[in-house]
Nanobody
Framework: QVQLVESGGGSVQPGGSLKLSCAAS????????MTWYRQAPGKQRELVAA???????NAADSVNGRFTISEDPARNTVYLLVNGLKPGDTARYYC???WGKGDYWGQETQITVSSDWGQGTQVTVSS
């Protein structure tokens, strides 16, 4: 059974960075290529970046220069390095690969970009 397992999302402040991973089983990403998509609340899913089977990459204009897609064939994993995050990058991110007649999706990973502070957590150091 083909599986794409995503990881690496999280909550960051504007300007922050994250590295998303999409690890594949039962397909070879260096042959199939991979595409990252995202879907923000109330918006349609959009292509973010793609890695073709011949090693070419492309990215959406909105993320070009900030997001980089890359591959580790030894780990059969594709990465999306996201730098300079903006609140507008907040979305669920999905990896997608097409293999044979199949169209496979990762389970999604959430990126939230916000300058809001958390509620705080108390740390007490005492002797």
């Amino acid at each position: 059974q083909v599986q794409l397992v995503e990881s690496g999302g999280g909550s960051v402040q504007p300007g922050g960075s994250l590295k998303l991973s999409c690890a594949a089983s039962r397909i070879t990403l260096s042959i199939s290529g991979m595409t990252w998509y995202r879907q923000a609340p109330g918006k349609q899913r959009e292509l973010v970046a793609a890695l073709t089977s011949d090693g070419r990459t492309n990215a959406a204009d909105s993320v070009n220069g900030r997001f980089t897609i890359s591959e580790d064939p030894a780990r059969n994993t594709v990465y999306l390095l996201v730098n300079g995050l903006k609140p507008g990058d907040t979305a669920r991110y999905y990896c997608n690969a097409r293999w044979g007649k199949g169209d496979y999706w990762g389970q999604e990973t959430q990126i939230t970009v916000s300058s809001d502070w958390g509620q705080g957590t108390q740390v007490t150091v005492s002797s």
